[in-house]
C-alpha cells in the first residue's frame, strides 16, 4: 500500500506495532462513541478494529493509514479509504486521538485520502458515514467537498452519508 505524506504528516500502513497507541485511542469513550463503524473501548476492541484494518488492506489492497505526526513521530490516528462488505460504496474515514482534535490533521489527511481514491483507485464517487451529532466529523466532511446526501442505516443504527463525486 502507497505510503503518502502531507504538510504535516506521514500517512503508512498500520501494522502490529501501533496496537498500544491504538488501544490508547480507542480507549477514549469520546473518540469510540463517534465512530459510525461501532467498537468498544477495551484493548480486546480495539486489536479486532485494527486487525480488520489490516486484513482490509489485504483483501482489497488499500485501507486507512496510520497518521503520524512528522515533527514528533507521534501517533495520531488513522485516516483513509474503506470499503468493507455491506459498505454502500467506496468510503473515506479518520479516527484521530482526542489530544489531536482541533489541529486541521483530520482535514488534512481525508483529503489526501480523498486524492487517493480518485486518482489512485479511479473512484467516481467516495462517501463518508457520520453518525448525527458528530459535529466534528460532519466539518471535516464538508472541507473536503462532502455534501450531505441522505440519511441512511447502517449496522441497525442511523447515519449520515455524505459524499461527492469526482
Not at 502507497?2 to 477514549?28: C, H, K, Q, V, W
Not at 473515506?92 to 490533521?105: E, P, T
Not at 479511479?122 to 458515514?129: D, M, R
Request: aromatic content about 10%; overall charge negative.
Amino acid at each position: 500500500m502507497t505510503r503518502l505524506e502531507t504538510e504535516r504528516l506521514i500517512m503508512r500502513p498500520l501494522t502490529g506495532a501501533d496496537f498500544d497507541d491504538y488501544a490508547a485511542m480507542l480507549s477514549d469513550p469520546e473518540v469510540a462513541g463517534g465512530l459510525a463503524e461501532s467498537v468498544g473501548t477495551a484493548p480486546a476492541d480495539a486489536w479486532r478494529s485494527l486487525a480488520t484494518f489490516i486484513g482490509h488492506r489485504e483483501i482489497r489492497g488499500y485501507s486507512h493509514w496510520a497518521l503520524v505526526e512528522k515533527a514528533t513521530g507521534e501517533f495520531v490516528g488513522r485516516a483513509g479509504p474503506w470499503q468493507p462488505y455491506g459498505f454502500p460504496g467506496l468510503g473515506v474515514g479518520w479516527c484521530l486521538a482526542r489530544k489531536h482534535w482541533g489541529k486541521g490533521y483530520a482535514t488534512e489527511a481525508a483529503r489526501a485520502a480523498l486524492q487517493y481514491c480518485f486518482e489512485e483507485l479511479g473512484a467516481g464517487e467516495v462517501i463518508s458515514l457520520i453518525l448525527p451529532g458528530n459535529e466534528r466529523s460532519i466539518s471535516v466532511a464538508e472541507r473536503i467537498g462532502h455534501r450531505h446526501l441522505r440519511d441512511i442505516t447502517y449496522r441497525h443504527q442511523q447515519v449520515h452519508l455524505y459524499g461527492q463525486s469526482a
